[in-house]
Nanobody, 119 residues
Framework: QVQLQESGPGLVKPSQTLSLTCTVS??????????WTWIRQPPGKGLEWMGA???????YYNPSLKSRTSISRDTFKNQFTLRLSSVTPEDTAVYYC???????????WGQGTQVTVSS
């Protein structure tokens, strides 16, 4: 069974870059037809798909966040990383990484990590 674990700072200052890493175990991020996704949930709001990286390393981004978002991977460490630049308090959310056989379905999730943007 695939397991995912998010890691990164819980507090980021406005205008800085948020960086989160998802460490994967029980499966490889290069497994064919696997999609590795970042999703967030601001307080009191619904889930927001941020972007994904697939088994080949191709990346996909939410158009509303594309100018500030970068997703990369380290195949040796079996990790993928989210970077969100120029953060504001509106980026405060619980951030999740997830796996799916497509970008629209998710079968395994990390536990989520709270990120607060505040000075």
């Amino acid at each position: 069974q695939v397991q995912l674990q998010e890691s990164g700072p819980g507090l980021v200052k406005p205008s800085q870059t948020l960086s989160l890493t998802c460490t994967v175990s029980g499966g490889s991020i290069t497994t064919i037809y696997s999609y590795w996704t970042w999703i967030r949930q601001p307080p009191g709001k619904g889930l927001e798909w941020m972007g994904a990286i697939d088994y080949s390393g191709s990346t996909y981004y939410n158009p509303s966040l594309k100018s500030r978002t970068s997703i990369s991977r380290d195949t040796f460490k079996n990790q993928f990383t989210l970077r969100l630049s120029s953060v504001t308090p509106e980026d405060t959310a619980v951030y999740y990484c997830a796996h799916g056989a497509s970008m629209a379905t998710y079968d395994f999730w990390g536990q989520g990590t709270q990120v607060t943007v505040s000075s």
